[in-house]
């Protein structure tokens, strides 16, 4: 990759730089694209000097987190007393949902992280917990409800960016395909025009409807 003139130099180098230089690269080259030294390229500096800022890729994907739950979650608080702990977790979810697909494979990016540095996790899952135990779940049941539904966003976001997009989902002969499987057939007919969105809402739904029914012994 090509140096950018003197002229169109990048700011003083830090890790805030080199994150938002990260998160142009992934936006640009993918996940399996995202190198060092491609962030330092995009930085026009030689690669060992992010090392003075971040050890290793692994901790530049816990800041690249960071940095993407930040945007949406900076603002997050628990439940008000007129929500109930199901509407607050719905819209939750889905605000995770599109921090998630803010960012090219930015699935693979969120459910990369770490706790720490990734603190906004942290406080995604203790505000969760608030808003559950304060409209009468118990804290033990509220554990296995949240974090169902968070490996539920992580997993779907992750097969939402790994599938083929609308327009090659048209493409393809699916009777053709799946001529041995009728019932599988049907259920992909009966899903073919309904959105990614769609479909993610009423799997959330139904979940969360579900962890409504059980009681804390069943837990």
Known sequence: MARRPASEQMPPLGREAIVQAAL???????????????????????????????????????????AMLQTEFSDLEPRKDNESWQDWL???????????HSRRDGGRIVTGAHLSPAFTLVKLFELSFESLTSDGVSLRRADV???????????????????????QRNLINLNELFSDYPLFLETVKLTKDSSYSDEFTMSLR??????????????
């Open 90 to 100: 719905m819209t939750t979810m889905g605000r995770l949902r599109t921090v998630m």
């Open 145 to 167: 409800i949240v974090a169902t539904v968070v490996h539920f966003v992580f997993g779907r976001v992750i097969e939402e960016q790994s599938g083929p997009t609308p327009e």
């Open 24 to 66: 142009q690269v992934l936006d640009r080259d993918g996940f399996a694209n995202l190198t060092l030294r491609r962030v330092a390229d995009e930085l026009n500096v030689q690669a060992p000097a992010l090392y003075w800022h971040v050890k290793d890729k692994t901790e530049l994907i816990d800041y690249m987190a960071e």
């Open 206 to 219: 139904f979940i969360i409807a579900g962890a409504s029914t059980i009681e804390d012994g069943e837990v």
